[in-house]
């Protein structure tokens, strides 16, 4: 099945220091990968879409700056969250599209989870 | 107005009950409707997912959607400590998921 692979699971850094957090497709390619923060208790919230060679689409709020999302190929694509403050820790989930959808789970998977911790 | 509703709990059963898991939702545009179980500490993996009005089972797993009412329901049969964790219903909605705010179930030995 469809894998997704998201690292580090777990990070903590300095306070003014970037983040890189990465997303993987293992085996299929993934045309559009999404970004999600989740803080304890609620539920999702999308912070952009990406799109294999374009620039993301961020949603209403979410500052382009501080979090940069780079989809270079169609396996990989990246968070990095720069200059991080104790506000930005939270739990950070990237989900992938299929290139064709499967029946079984219409084409999203998701990663892992990245825990952020900034001190 | 939220556009899936869903009371985040917690609920705690006994191993062995019945477990009912409910979703609201307003916006008639939606199509599919998918059911995600998170561990704590881990992305959400799919569960079921549920195109037409009815019943859909799965193993232990019912999904249930009435399109009428706009009201999502998954039902856990012979719950296991196993199924602790937060079940959250989603929409899929252009590229995107509309997500609940998920229901944190505990399921006690």
């Known amino acids: 099945g469809a894998v997704v692979s998201q690292h580090p699971s777990r990070v903590i850094c300095k306070s003014g220091t970037s983040v890189k957090i990465e997303c993987r497709s293992l085996?299929?390619?993934?045309?559009?990968m999404f970004w999600y923060r989740q803080f304890p208790k609620k539920s999702l919230m999308l912070m952009a879409t990406?799109?294999?060679?374009?620039?993301?689409?961020?949603e209403q709020g979410v500052e382009k700056d501080k979090f940069l999302i780079n989809h270079a190929s169609l396996t990989l694509s990246t968070l990095t969250v720069t200059s991080a403050h104790p506000e930005d820790s939270s739990f950070y989930i990237c989900?992938?599209?299929?290139?064709?959808?499967?029946?079984?789970?219409?084409?999203?998977?998701f990663g892992s989870g990245t825990r952020l911790t900034v001190v | 107005q939220k556009e899936v509703e869903q009371d985040p709990g917690p609920l705690s059963v006994p191993e062995g009950a019945i477990v009912s898991l409910n979703c609201t939702y307003s916006?008639?545009?939606?199509?599919?409707f998918m059911w995600y179980r998170q561990y704590s500490r881990k992305g959400p993996e799919l569960l079921m997912y549920t195109y037409s009005s009815g019943n859909k089972e799965d193993g232990r797993f019912t999904a249930q959607v009435d399109k009428s009412s706009k009201y999502i329901s998954l039902f856990i049969r012979d719950s296991q400590p196993s199924d602790s964790a937060t079940y959250l219903c989603?929409?899929?909605?252009?590229?995107?998921?509309?997500f609940g705010p998920g229901t944190r179930l505990s399921v006690l030995p």
């Open positions: 989603a929409a899929p909605y252009g590229q995107n998921f509309v």
């Open positions: 989900s992938a599209r299929r290139r064709r959808p499967a029946d079984r789970d219409y084409g999203y998977t």
């Open positions: 085996d299929f390619q993934a045309t559009t």
């Open positions: 990406s799109n294999e060679g374009s620039k993301a689409t961020y």
């Open positions: 916006n008639s545009a939606f199509q599919y």
